[in-house]
């Protein structure tokens, strides 16, 4: 087993292309384990153009690498350079794969894509292995349905990576709720490797900056939120619909739009808002998870990082998932909403105003998460806590490593 570090570092590649879910997953981790480990320090491989806007805490820092956008063709392209793709994506591997090599870490996190954008984290996997770093991937709950991602990850070639690179799969949820590798053929070597962690809690952040929120969060107010933006149109609208035909619902409405949501409807959004007393807008805050504390209930999407936030805050939750182009937000509200944490209404793309009213007028009778009991559903941080120790801490080193790192009580899929 490698000798740590004298002091421990870590470093999380960041899968960005569009949206803020990722960085703010890999952002919630970072921040646990320098709450945890005083001497760890974590850096942050992203694509993010908005990583700059989100605060940072003492030893975890970042590093951007250039940004790319996903087409609706599924073509990648450069975010602003005006070079082509390919020579993009070249200098995201140099720079991810020289970051690597002098800041040495003693555990490499790869989000979501074994192999990074395009392959573009391979050749780190190669230099690291040799190392020692322990290299792993982690998950969230839900990549997409099974007779999707199975092909997905046969073109990438992500099996063999995981079989020959990846000494652990973290899985930030459980297995009750979804095997997010479910359908795909994998040895069973690579099974055991999985680890189910729990899902990752969140805390509303002590901030002055809500001294710079609208007036409507001094009483109570609905939390409508659509993540990054870029696929939360259909949802604004219809809950601006539901306004418009009852200006009387029970509570007002803040609608955060997202910063990647498109200019225009940004705008035609505002000024529909504009004329309704009890709506107002913003379209970005750093600090999501206050302004979920803060809220009667929440409604929104169903990303990985607003569940969680919801299940932390124990808020009632009405839960609009998108279907297209990935069913990953359908399956997680479908089975949370299944297990009575959350409420769901499908989006049968006629919007109509009545329909969101009735829902958001049955939101307050609704049951918070904690009233439904699931053993281990919000210990993921301690459970990571637990993973990264051995690793990161010279008094774990003489340990057995694979015992370390893999405690009992952390549920495997056989």
């Known amino acids: 087993m490698r000798t740590p570090n004298s002091a421990g570092r870590i470093l999380i590649y960041s899968h960005d292309s569009f949206g803020l879910g990722h960085l703010r997953r890999c952002q ?18 992203s694509g993010s153009p908005i990583i700059g806007s989100f605060d940072f805490r003492s ?6 690498v250039p940004g790319v956008i996903k087409l609706r063709n599924g073509e990648y392209t450069p975010l602003n350079l ?7 994506l070249a200098m995201r591997a140099s720079i991810i794969h020289h970051t690597a090599e002098v800041f040495d870490p003693d555990i490499f996190i790869v989000d979501k894509e074994p192999l990074g954008l395009r392959g573009e984290v391979l050749d780190t ?3 690291l292995k040799p190392r020692g770093t322990r290299l ?14 199975a092909p997905e990850w046969e073109r990438k070639n992500a099996v063999p990576a995981l079989r020959d690179y990846y000494d652990e799969i973290w899985v930030y949820g459980l297995p009750q709720i979804c095997d997010p590798l479910e359908g795909i053929s994998l040895p069973h070597s690579v099974r055991q490797r999985m680890v189910y962690t729990g899902y990752l809690a969140r805390e509303a952040s002590h901030t002055d900056a809500m001294a710079r929120l609208p007036e409507i969060t001094r009483r109570p107010y609905l939390l409508v939120t659509t993540g990054g933006g870029g696929d939360g149109e259909s949802l604004i609208d219809w809950v601006l619909r539901a306004y418009e035909h009852d200006p009387l619902l029970p509570y007002p409405a803040l609608l955060v739009l997202g910063p990647f949501m498109h200019s225009a409807r940004q705008n035609e959004f505002i000024e ?6 009890r709506v107002d807008t913003i379209t970005f805050y750093n600090h999501l998870e206050t302004l979920v504390a803060r809220a009667a209930g929440v409604v929104a999407m169903g990303g990985y990082n607003t569940f969680c936030e919801v299940l932390s805050l124990d808020k ?12 990953e937000q359908f399956i997680r509200a479908s089975r949370a909403a299944s297990l009575g944490l959350v409420s769901m209404l499908v989006d049968d793309e006629r919007h109509d105003a009545e329909t969101m009213a009735a829902a958001l007028r049955a939101l307050p009778r609704r049951n918070r998460p904690s009233e439904v009991v699931v053993p281990g559903l919000l210990e993921g941080l301690e459970n990571v806590a637990r993973l990264v120790a051995p690793w990161v801490t010279r008094e774990h080193a003489g340990e057995d490593a ?6 009992e009580a952390l549920p495997r899929r056989a």
Do not use: N, Q
């Open 272 to 277: 529909r808002a504009a004329r309704l007393k």
């Open 125 to 127: 996997l190669k230099m």
């Open 316 to 327: 009632r939750a009405l839960i609009v998932p998108r279907t297209t182009p990935r069913l």
């Open 402 to 407: 694979h015992d370390a790192a893999a405690p």
């Open 82 to 88: 005006h070079i082509d793709i390919d020579r993009t």
């Open 28 to 45: 919630t981790i970072a921040h646990a384990l320098v709450e945890r480990f005083e001497h760890l320090s974590v850096l942050i491989l």
């Open 59 to 64: 030893r975890v820092d970042f590093v951007r």
């Open 136 to 149: 792993v991937l982690g998950l969230r709950d839900v990549m997409d349905e099974p007779r999707l991602l």
